[in-house]
């Protein structure tokens, strides 16, 4: 599998933008999808944008046009631009790739980084 290492996170107030990043190392031949996710203070996991090796992107129905998620397929980096922060977007974000055919939700992990909207 492959190692993914965030960073960008941190604290911000609201209406503020973040731009945290994700890098892929190892094994990284069979990646395909690379994505974000979020888990807040006792909340589940939850999808928040992800993108194919070709660019095509799909993102969580909260989104609503804040959030852009682009990569660098030859810095095997993918970024998630987060604009107009609010307090409920607080949460750890999560990288996460995966390969064709493998389960969303599976794959390779990150260690998370902290995302933290307040005044």
């Known amino acids: 599998q492959a190692q993914l290492a965030e960073s960008g996170g941190g604290l911000v107030q609201p209406g503020g933008s973040l731009r945290p990043s994700c890098a892929a190392s190892?094994?990284?031949?069979?990646?395909?999808?690379m994505g974000w996710y979020r888990q807040a203070p006792a909340k589940q996991r939850e999808l928040v944008a992800d993108i194919t090796s070709g660019g095509s992107t799909s993102y969580a129905d909260f989104v609503q046009g804040r959030f852009t998620i682009s990569r660098d397929n030859a810095k095997n980096t993918v970024y998630l631009q987060i604009n107009s922060l609010k307090p409920e977007d607080t949460a750890v974000y999560y990288c996460n790739a995966r390969g064709i055919g493998v389960t969303p939700g599976r794959g390779s992990w990150g260690q998370g980084t902290q995302v933290t909207v307040s005044s």
């Open positions: 190892g094994s990284i031949f069979s990646i395909h999808f």
